[in-house]
């Protein structure tokens, strides 16, 4: 039975990725979890702007960002950037950071 309440517990934790606008709690975990690499002098910037350009560089101020690939990208790592696990980055967690992250994308989740 303790096991049912903590998978409840855990779904009413999580954050739904569409209808809700990001809050500060999301970009504080995205600066706790994420900046150390992907802030503006951290080497996961400096690689993405050699790779794509300075104006893609900065994930934090991108507007093509989608829930689906953010996922990808953490999960499965790309290139220099390691894959992190459920228990390093926790899915509720994981997706506070694509919610900030696809804050500034109008067409996150949709079909295309």
Request: hydrophobic share 40%.
């Amino acid at each position: 039975m303790k096991r049912v309440g903590l998978a409840l517990a855990a779904l009413v934790v999580a954050p739904p990725l569409t209808g809700q606008a990001a809050t500060p709690a999301d970009e504080a975990l995205f600066i706790g979890k994420c900046a150390i690499c992907h802030g503006t002098v951290g080497p996961g910037t400096i690689m993405l702007g050699r790779r794509l350009g300075k104006e893609r560089a900065m994930l934090a101020t991108r507007t093509d960002l989608d829930p689906a690939y953010i996922e990808g990208v953490v999960r499965g790592g790309l290139n220099s950037m390691p894959r992190f696990t459920r228990v390093e980055l926790p899915d509720a967690q994981l997706a506070q950071i694509q919610r900030y992250l696809t804050r500034n994308n109008p067409t996150k989740g949709r079909k295309k």
